[in-house]
């Protein structure tokens, strides 16, 4: 971003803080996507509690998720949901807390742990390699809040960012970036925020067609606007540049003088109407776009612009990519469905010359089938062009990680149940499950089939099928450490090959230590 729009973008947001009424209770940070607290709310959400928290607008704050516990009605909740509602109201102990006079809301953390498997890929129905790979991790961060403004800083170790199969190492001294890292402020019926975190468009733990937490966080700036039944989201995020011959290095700088590089931006909208807590629609748009010029763009960050208006018409400064979905997710008693479809490219089933290039994916859940059993299905359908250009530089991808599926040309599925095993040990869950996967020749990282190429629009080449009976166990007994596993027996044969067996487990273990509070300021 231009270093006069970062200026002007703080120094809005500091008279923002001296000027707002004084909301001094808010609690507007970010709690992180990847963390357990969204186990806990879409496991409640999916019986039917907190629902005035949208499900599939991810990061909440700490405020809306404190605000939401605290106007649950606990006398109607099973012991093992009361539980659950413990864990949050545990870990927001000082989030609830009402100030009125100017204070200043601060918090460290340190959070560390690690991960296992016998694939150097984390992915279950995708194993890469046979040896034990260890990936331990640490992140250590701060916060503070005055008014409406905040500030958050995380710093994270991880040694998977070095050895990522499928995405360039984003970390170059002791395997750290700067990952959960934003400045920001909000008021009635609006939010801004700019920096570097995960957003996810979707329900936590099921694919996003759009804009999903699979990527590396990225740099961008987020506006949210609008109320609780009708709003809109805003992203304008900065990705890595591509060399001009079409490489994908993380340094394409390096490479600018011999061959030169385009800069790559992401412009997404996502326009939410929910006329009860149990119904949800969302339209929702996407543009990459690029250009050895390519910079901060207002066109792009504009929600009002559709971009199907936008992206071709001139003037185009740009090289681009847009893509247009619908998002649905409703409740009806303890059922839930949640469904996504896009079309990249917008060549709406084929009307054009090019095959339909499309993503979708469903879900069905029945919460509380017994108080300690639920129940669901999904699916995915990603096609071989889906997420890809003619240029490479078009590419849906920040440092080689999909911004919203990793993979393409497959076809994915699972029936699962979950067990709550509290009566036997407090915190136990288990959740056996049967996967498919079907997967065709295809990577979004590939060349772009020329539209009179025979290449159909899904399975490209011999594909891959695999059938995965296996288990999840989780056991978390307080907000401060878990532990997680991922049992199974895959059987997977490539067409026109005999089957193999092999044994996938992956175990994580997590902890978190926090220390928090307030400094009230007397003027």
Do not use: C
């Not at 999904?378 to 991808?397: F, M």
């Amino acid at each position: 971003m231009h270093p006069g729009l970062t200026r002007s973008f703080l120094g809005l947001l500091l008279l923002t803080a001296l000027a707002a009424s004084p909301a001094w209770a808010q609690a507007d940070r970010l709690v992180p996507v990847g963390s357990w607290h969204y186990d806990v709310i879409v496991r409640l959400q999916q019986r039917g509690h907190l629902l005035t928290l949208p499900p599939t607008a991810l990061p909440y704050t700490q405020g809306d998720i404190a605000e939401a516990v605290a106007q649950t009605d606990t006398t109607t909740l099973h012991p093992v949901e009361r539980r659950w509602l413990h864990l949050l109201r545990r870990a927001l102990r000082r989030v609830s807390e009402r100030v009125e006079a100017p204070t200043v809301r601060w918090e460290v953390a340190l959070d560390g742990g690690g991960q296992a498997a016998n694939t150097e890929r984390p992915h279950v129905l995708r194993p890469l390699g046979e040896i034990v790979y260890a990936y331990p991790y640490g992140q250590i961060g701060g916060a503070v809040q005055f008014g409406p403004l905040v500030a958050e800083l995380r710093t994270r170790h991880d040694l998977f960012y070095n050895d990522d199969p499928d995405g360039l190492d984003t970390a170059l001294r002791a395997a750290a970036r700067s990952d959960h890292t934003y400045v920001g402020a909000r008021g009635t019926g609006w939010a801004v925020r700019l920096g570097r975190f995960a957003q996810h468009w979707g329900v936590h733990g099921e694919t996003a067609t759009v804009i999903s937490s699979n990527p590396r966080t990225y740099d961008q700036l987020s506006l949210r606007l609008g109320g609780d039944r009708l709003f809109v989201h805003s992203l304008l995020g900065e990705l890595d540049s591509a060399t001009q011959d079409g490489r994908f290095t993380g340094t394409a700088g390096d490479d600018s003088v011999r061959v030169g590089s385009d800069r790559r931006f992401v412009a997404a909208h996502r326009w939410t109407w929910r006329p009860s807590p149990r119904l949800s629609v969302s339209l929702q748009e996407s543009a990459l776009f690029s250009g050895p010029g390519t910079g901060f763009s207002l066109k792009y960050l504009n929600p009002v612009h559709p971009f199907v208006y936008v992206v071709d018409n001139r003037p185009k400064n740009d090289e681009n990519n847009g893509m247009v979905g619908l998002l649905l997710w409703g409740q009806h008693r303890r059922w839930t469905v949640h469904g996504q479809l896009l079309f990249d490219d917008l060549d709406l089933l084929g009307i054009g010359n090019e095959p339909p290039s499309i993503a979708a994916t469903a879900s069905l859940h029945r919460g509380a089938w017994t108080p300690i059993l639920d129940a669901g299905v999904r699916a995915t359908l990603v096609t071989l062009r889906t997420y890809n250009a003619g240029q490479p530089q078009g590419r849906y991808l920040y440092l080689l990680r999909g911004l919203a599926t990793q993979f393409s040309d497959y076809v994915e599925a699972e029936a699962y149940a979950r067990v709550l095993l509290d009566a036997w040990l407090p915190g136990l869950e288990a959740t056996p499950y049967l996967a498919y996967l079907e997967q065709g020749d295809r990577d979004i990282r590939q060349p772009f089939p020329p539209k009179d190429s025979p290449v159909g629009w899904i399975f490209d080449g011999p594909t891959t099928q695999t059938w995965r009976p296996g288990v999840r166990l989780l056991y978390q007994a307080s907000p401060w450490w878990w532990v997680r596993a991922d049992l199974g027996l895959n059987r997977s044969q490539l067409e026109g090959t005999d089957a193999t067996m092999r044994a996938v487990g992956l175990l994580e273990v997590g902890f978190r230590l926090q220390l928090d509070g307030t400094y009230s300021i007397a003027f």
